[in-house]
C-alpha cells in the first residue's frame, strides 16, 4: 500500500504562481513514478505530468508545458508541482497518483493509477 497526501492548494489570481506537493508514505516511494492529475465537476480527471521512478524522465500536458515544473525529492518522499503563469482553467482539484508499479516510467492515463491521494483545490481568480 501507498499512501499520498496532496497539499499546498487555495486561491490564486491569474498569473500567480503556486506549489502543490505530495507526500507518500508506505512502502519505499521512491522506486514509484508519479503523476499528477486534475479534475473539475462534470469532466473526467485529466493528466497534468508526469514523472518516472528515478526523476530521469517527465512528461507534461500541452496546456501545461511551459508553465508548470514536476519534480521529485526522494529523501523526503515528496514530490512537488510548481504552477507558474497560472489561468483561471487551471482551477481543478489536483491529485497526485502512482501506477505503483516498482522503477516504472510514467502513467498519463488516470485509469493506470494504482494508488490515489484525496487531491487539493486549486482555484484561479481572473
Known amino acids: 500500500q501507498v499512501q499520498l497526501v496532496e497539499s499546498g492548494g487555495g486561491l490564486v489570481q491569474a498569473g500567480g504562481s503556486q506549489r502543490l506537493s505530495c507526500a507518500a508514505s508506505?512502502?519505499?516511494?521512491?522506486?514509484?513514478?508519479m503523476g499528477w492529475f486534475r479534475q473539475v465537476p462534470g469532466k473526467e480527471r485529466e493528466f497534468v505530468a508526469g514523472?518516472?521512478?528515478?526523476?530521469?524522465?517527465?512528461t507534461y500536458a500541452d496546456s501545461v508545458k511551459g508553465r508548470f515544473t514536476i519534480s521529485r525529492d526522494n529523501a523526503k518522499d515528496t514530490v512537488y508541482l510548481q504552477m507558474n503563469s497560472l489561468k483561471p482553467e487551471d482551477t481543478a482539484v489536483y491529485y497526485c497518483?502512482?501506477?505503483?508499479?516498482?522503477?516504472?516510467?510514467?502513467?498519463?492515463?488516470?485509469?493506470?493509477?494504482?494508488?490515489w491521494g484525496q487531491g487539493t483545490q486549486v482555484t484561479v481568480s481572473s
Open positions: 514523472m518516472s521512478w528515478n526523476g530521469r524522465s517527465t
Open positions: 508506505g512502502r519505499t516511494a521512491s522506486v514509484y513514478d
Open positions: 497518483g502512482t501506477s505503483g508499479s516498482a522503477f516504472g516510467g510514467f502513467v498519463r492515463d488516470p485509469r493506470e493509477v494504482g494508488y
